[in-house]
């Protein structure tokens, strides 16, 4: 059985073969998944509650406070759980402030920041929480978070009616955001209508803040939900151990998928992502390592299915479906050490497999057809579509690319299109079509 303790040995194994043989197969993905579901929800224990300035909680202090104030409803005032484990509809006995947060029976409406400190933590467990858009309703956690069996909504309560923003993500959300070394469980819930664009407030984020991405950050499972209408459908920076599994993903404003900046020791898989408004399905950006994306489906997104850039390394894509997308199935930008097989590409809006100004990526037993462009598209920045930025510059790799054994057939650009200063590397036992 697949064990979380052995995800990372895993990982190892797949990055120093090039062969399927490690990847994990459906039903050890299917066994951590179970053990994640079956998880012992944590026994409420003894703790502060209290209620606080909200301008005075370092939690809160990270750029958004002067756009919360600017709502019509806003009271300036937090909910913080400074020890202790709560459930979350035991908490209105213990502020008496049900204009800030209500339970009626399994129904709760938070109208408030809610703030769990370092050392406590909250659960969420078979209740159906409103988040009221208008003034203000957010959790943010430190400490750690279990949200299970829920509905998790944002909501404009004026009109009735679910939260929205405008297409840039300029009008304020309710969001959930876990912070430095927080840990997260979100599984067998629904949550929609949540994040805009702001300080990790995109719906479901988790993140390592200002400190250095390295030191460590926040472990993440998100299992078996529906997450729709959200700015990003997760975001994650610096966060370490993270498990996005089984979950149905639709119609994110920007990003379906996004871990970033040195996210690592991850596994995204039997995912389905579909609809992404603005962008790519999946996405792993920002030196992004230690990672399996495998046996998930992203379709109909405005960008590409699967996304890789910036630095990225030794990550693998095995077993997914992308088709049906704006731009390409899979893209790996100046990235290395990166493996792409067994993959089923068609019907994307340009390349099955675009490869720029990245080494050593392995392409392999790929089914890829019927894509606008070509099958597989590999070039160095030379034939990039602009000069490179600062950043783009740091990154930037002799391109090499090995080649074997894929399946390309009804390409309207071809099987395969190389340009500028390319290596293709073909192994011994193998065959390319380019």
């Given at each position: ?119 406590a933590v909250l659960v969420i467990d078979g209740i159906e929480l409103r988040l ?108 370490v151990g993270v498990e996005v599994i089984q979950n149905e993903i639709s119609r ?49 997104n405005a960008g590409a299915g699967l996304f890789i850039d910036k630095g990225s ?122």
């Open positions: 059985m697949l064990r979380r303790a052995t995800l990372a040995t895993l990982a190892f194994l797949a990055f120093a073969s090039s062969t399927l043989a490690q990847v994990p197969t459906p039903a050890e993905i299917a066994a951590l998944a179970d053990e994640i579901l079956a998880e012992p929800v944590p026994a409420p224990l003894a703790g502060e509650v209290a209620l606080a300035e909200a301008a005075n909680e370092p939690a809160l202090r990270r750029g958004f406070l002067d756009e919360l104030e600017a709502l019509p409803g806003w009271q300036g005032v937090a909910i913080v759980l400074r020890s202790g484990r709560h459930r979350l509809e035991a908490l209105p006995a213990r502020i008496d402030r049900p204009d800030l947060l209500a339970c009626d029976g399994r129904r709760c409406r938070l109208a408030a920041p809610l703030v769990v400190a370092a050392g009221a858009q208008e003034t203000g309703a957010l959790v943010s956690a430190h400490g750690g978070l279990f949200i299970s069996d829920s509905e998790l909504l944002g909501w404009n309560d004026e009109a009735d009616m679910p939260a929205r923003t405008d297409d840039r993500g300029t009008a304020f959300r309710p969001w959930i955001t876990g912070l430095e070394d927080n840990r997260t469980v979100v599984r067998r819930s629904r949550l929609a209508h949540l994040g805009y664009q702001g300080t990790s407030t995109f719906g479901l984020a988790f993140t390592h803040g200002g400190r250095d991405p390295a030191e460590g950050g926040p472990r993440v499972s998100v299992v078996a939900n529906a997450i729709e209408d959200l700015y990003f459908g997760f975001f994650s920076f610096g966060a994110s404003h920007v990003y379906g998928v996004d871990p970033h900046d040195a996210t690592r020791d991850m596994l995204i898989a039997q995912n389905t992502v579909t609809g992404t408004r603005r962008s790519h399905g999946i996405i792993l950006s920002r030196e992004i390592h230690d990672a399996m994306v495998v046996l998930n489906q992203s379709s109909d390394h030794d990550v693998t894509f095995a077993r997914n479906r992308a088709f049906a997308n704006g731009k390409d199935g899979i893209v790996v930008y100046e990235s290395r050490d990166i493996t792409i097989t067994r993959n089923e590409l068609f019907a994307n809006g340009r390349a099955g497999i675009r490869v720029r100004a990245s080494a050593d990526v392995r392409v392999s037993g790929n089914a890829i057809r019927h894509d606008a462009g070509p099958g597989i598209f590999v070039y160095d920045w030379s034939h990039a579509a602009r000069e490179p930025d600062e950043e783009d510059a740091t990154h930037l790799l002799p391109t090499s690319v090995e080649l074997s054994s894929n399946s390309l057939a009804n390409n309207a650009g071809g099987d395969c299109s190389i340009q500028g200063e390319v290596e293709i590397r073909i192994p011994p036992n193998g065959y390319s079509d380019c």
